[in-house]
């Protein structure tokens, strides 16, 4: 299976920060990456996929970058609904694999 | 919009049995390869497995922590997905997701697996 880790676990940051998460692959995944935020007692929410486009509806302060096995999403400008576990998952093989998650908290 | 429910949840003894179901909207269920993902209490997200289309001859691959215990099925006249879960371990304690694609629609739905 394909591994992914996350960094970091946990970030403090303010509102107005611009904040970045990364996630590297095992092996190489291509684009085939997709990042997604999750609030308490909410399901996943997709931000990002294929490394970099912007799912429709989402803020245009996202945004993903990466090819391979290294990745990265960028929040421009953190804003208060911002604050939230934020989680990787490739996609390029049947079983796919989350990262770990990082959790974004008020400084 | 994709709207997608799980259902089926509850209490069990390791050992037991449980069958989950996801009712699915807003999409051509019969034409989408669809998954279980699973998030323990606390912690990260688990792909559990996933069903082709018919078209693309619904075959299933699990997860090795759930395979040979687990079995993914689909009714497409009901637009409805399920997942039976046999022989429960404490570890498969967790809140259910159905996706499809890469999105997620429902709320989940909690197996708690206790003695």
């Known amino acids: 299976d394909i591994q992914m880790t996350q960094s970091p676990s946990t970030l403090s940051a303010s509102v107005g920060d611009r904040v970045t998460i990364t996630c590297r692959a095992s092996?190489?995944?291509?684009?085939?990456l997709a990042w997604y935020q999750q609030k308490p007692g909410k399901a996943p929410k997709l931000l990002i996929y294929?490394?970099?486009s912007l799912e429709s509806g989402v803020p245009s302060r996202f945004s993903g970058f990466g090819y391979g096995t290294d990745f990265t999403l960028t929040i421009s400008s953190l804003q208060p609904d911002d604050f939230a576990t934020y989680f990787c998952?490739?996609?390029?093989?049947?079983?796919?694999?989350f990262g770990q998650g990082t959790k974004v908290e008020i400084k | 919009e994709v709207q997608l429910e799980e259902s089926g949840g509850g209490l069990i003894k390791p050992g037991g049995s449980l069958r989950l179901s996801c009712a699915a909207s807003?999409?051509?269920?019969?034409?989408?390869?669809m998954n279980w993902v699973r998030q323990a209490p606390g912690r990260g997200l688990e792909w559990v497995g996933h069903?082709?289309?018919?078209?693309?001859?619904?075959?299933?691959d699990y997860a090795a922590p759930v395979k040979g215990r687990f079995t993914i099925s689909r009714d497409d006249s009901k637009n409805t997905l399920l997942l039976q879960m046999n022989s429960l371990k404490t570890d498969d304690t967790a809140v259910y997701y159905c996706?499809?694609?890469?999105?997620?629609g429902g709320q989940g739905t909690l197996v708690t697996v206790s003695s």
């Open positions: 294929k490394a970099s």
């Open positions: 807003g999409f051509t269920f019969s034409n989408a390869w």
């Open positions: 092996q190489s995944i291509t684009d085939w």
């Open positions: 996706t499809t694609g890469l999105l997620f």
């Open positions: 069903i082709k289309s018919k078209a693309d001859g619904a075959t299933t």
């Open positions: 998952q490739q996609y390029s093989s049947f079983s796919r694999t």
